[in-house]
């Protein structure tokens, strides 16, 4: 993020605030803690930080009832158990019932549903793709190893073995 937030020869110091909020429906770190705040700090001197003003920040929606700012209290109760308990949370709840019935809305909503779906069946495609090449590379190279056995016990030559399997002079001594 430092990259896109600063022009080749600025200064580190002008970098912007930037943060990456992660909301959780499971405690990401089992702590119980409503709020897990991280910034870049130094693994050798913890009181020396990295000032590039980053900051990541999980929100534990579960532990709505151990948070003391009232408001964020009711908004992680209400992305925990979907009950409006504030004005804001109340505004929230109104906005969410508008998009549903927001027909153009719930089109580009769905959209956006059928192109991640599509993409994670492209990946698991190519994973199967990459496995399924992986296991025919596999079972070839055992298959040689298994001919070589075989042209081992008919007393072939290691140099006549090579020739027929690919298989290398080390890998043939080995069988």
């Known amino acids: 993020m430092d990259v896109d937030n600063l022009l080749r020869g600025q200064s580190y110091a002008e970098l912007k605030e930037s943060y990456v909020i992660f909301i959780c429906t499971q405690d990401p770190f089992g702590k119980g803690l409503p709020v897990y705040e991280f910034r870049n700090i130094c693994t050798a001197d913890d009181m020396l930080f990295l000032d590039d003003k980053s900051y990541k920040v999980f929100y534990n929606v579960g532990a709505y009832g151990k948070e003391d700012e009232p408001e964020l209290s009711a908004l992680l109760k209400y ?3 979907r009950q409006a308990t504030s004005g804001f949370t109340r505004h929230i709840d109104e906005l969410v019932e508008k998009a549903k019935r927001n027909e153009k809305f719930r089109s580009w909503y769905m959209s956006l549903n059928i192109r991640e ?8 495609k190519i994973g199967f793709e990459r496995g399924r090449r992986d296991g025919v590379a596999a079972g ?7 001919t070589a056995k075989l042209m081992q016990r008919e007393s072939c030559s ?3 073995i090579q020739r027929m399997t690919g298989l290398s002079e080390a890998e043939i001594k080995k069988l």
């Open 79 to 81: 992305l925990c158990e």
């Open 117 to 124: 779906d599509d993409l994670r069946m492209a990946g698991e």
């Open 140 to 146: 070839s190279y055992q298959a040689k190893r298994e």
């Open 158 to 160: 290691v140099d006549f």
